[in-house]
């Protein structure tokens, strides 16, 4: 294996956190890594990794290493660019993860319209509800939500804020007094997203510009939107939901908007657009970067 792959191999093994899952991302078997890391620490007379049956970390000469290593593959991809001129010419497939209920509704039209400004770009697409790390877990990028972001190598740029909104059936607030008050929110019961995701409590902002911290009675959590939505329409509870999810219930009155009068302060979801920190991206990456940010701003 030459000295340049090698490098490539090495960049591959520190951004996947592992020897088998850089190996499935290089389309190679574990042996063949190996053997380039063994082959690369006999050139430089140093141990790249400390290893445990585990864990891989990196030795302070390979910390270094590591940062002059990809700015040297960012440089010799850019020039390759160039040369070739694909810049102009995105194709390729584009893996993607995204949020299953938060970002759906934007998604698909998304998708769509990157497919007919690009159609050399193949799109293979996850949705999740668990946090990814998306170099480890080979994704180009993610559309994420912040919980889901489980690794300092992704930088991320804000594509929407999704206003929560309080809402309860008519029928559940027959039986209830209707609360007026943020303060009465404390004696209902709330269908609520697990505390992992979203803590049990809302802090308004009050008329006198005090703020109110109530702390939630959750009966019954989930780790989905969707399925909050449903039990809230069967008057299980009060929920809190993102604004897009239950625009047509409001409308049709099968459910009522509740707080109208107060602000919920980190009352949104961050939806956001999230890729590798490196320097150079693929065209197929940046292509995808730049219509993501032209369709959010529509």
Not at 41 to 67: C, D, M, V, Y
Request: charged share 25%.
């Amino acid at each position: 294996m030459d000295y340049l792959t090698s490098l490539k191999v090495f960049r591959a093994v520190v951004e996947a956190k592992s020897f088998t899952r850089a190996a499935d991302l290089l389309g190679v078997s574990p042996p063949v890594v190996s053997r380039a890391i063994s082959t690369l620490e006999q050139r430089l007379g140093n141990r790249l990794f400390h290893r445990t049956t585990r864990h891989i970390s990196l030795t302070e000469t390979a910390e270094k290493f590591f940062q002059g290593c990809s700015r040297v593959l960012d440089e010799l991809d850019a020039l390759e660019t160039q040369a070739s001129n694909r810049a102009s010419d995105p194709s390729g497939n584009l893996r993607v993860v995204s949020h299953t209920t938060a970002t759906l509704s934007r998604l698909v039209p998304l998708l769509a319209t990157f497919r007919r400004r690009y159609p050399l770009v193949g799109v293979d697409v996850t949705l999740t509800e668990r946090p990814v790390d998306l170099v480890a877990d080979g994704y180009d990028l993610g559309i994420v939500l912040p919980f889901m972001l489980t690794s300092d190598t992704t930088v991320t740029r804000l594509l929407e804020r999704i206003p929560l909104v309080i809402v309860a059936t008519p029928e559940y607030l027959a039986d209830k007094p209707r609360p007026i008050h943020p303060a009465d929110l404390a004696e209902h019961e709330f269908v609520a997203m697990h505390p992992s995701i979203r803590k049990h409590m809302l802090t308004f902002r009050l008329g006198d510009g005090e703020e109110l911290t109530v702390q939630t009675k959750a009966d019954m959590t989930s780790n989905n939107a969707l399925l909050n939505r449903g039990l809230v329409l069967q008057g299980l509870g009060v929920g809190v939901l993102p604004s897009a999810l239950v625009r047509d219930e409001l409308a049709a009155g099968t459910l009522v908007s509740l707080m109208d009068d107060f602000e919920i302060i980190d009352g949104a979801i961050e939806i956001r657009l999230a890729y590798s920190s490196r320097t150079l991206l693929p065209a197929k990456v940046r292509a995808f970067i730049e219509h993501a940010s032209e369709f959010f701003e529509v």
